[in-house]
């Protein structure tokens, strides 16, 4: 059974951090690119980083560039998205997803295969 289960989010004010994770079972992560997702009330769900198989290409959107670094550590079969210097706007649930193969950006979600149930990130002072 494929699972992929987010852990990390909280409460954090303007300029902190937080680590989230996104722990997989149920296929072998190796083969798959993981995306790190988000959505806000009333707003579309935005890919916001990407981290490709084998190689481990990393993408992420401008919004988050030069704040954020997505990582994998196959042994352990899990993603984390470090996220650095958090602003108001980047309040939402933020959601992991698996795709098989290799992948050279971010994309939308509609080309993912697998979800987790998402983690809340707030940010406010």
């Known amino acids: 059974q494929v699972q992929l289960v987010e852990s990390g989010g909280g409460l954090v004010q303007p300029g902190g951090s937080l680590r989230l994770s996104c722990a997989t079972s149920g296929f072998t992560l190796d083969y798959y690119a993981i995306g790190w997702f988000r959505q806000a009330p009333g707003m579309e769900r935005e890919g916001v980083s990407c981290?490709?198989?084998?190689?481990?290409?990393?993408y992420y959107a401008d919004s988050v560039k030069g704040r954020f670094a997505i990582s994998r550590d196959n042994a352990n079969d899990t993603v984390y998205l470090q996220m650095n210097r958090l602003k108001p706007d980047d309040t939402a649930v933020y959601y992991c997803?698996?795709?098989?193969?290799?992948?050279?950006?971010?994309?939308?979600?509609?080309?993912?295969?697998?979800w987790g149930q998402g983690t809340q990130v707030t940010v406010s002072s």
């Open positions: 997803a698996a795709d098989l193969g290799s992948r050279f950006e971010v994309g939308t979600w509609h080309e993912y295969d697998y």
């Open positions: 981290i490709s198989n084998i190689e481990g290409s990393t």
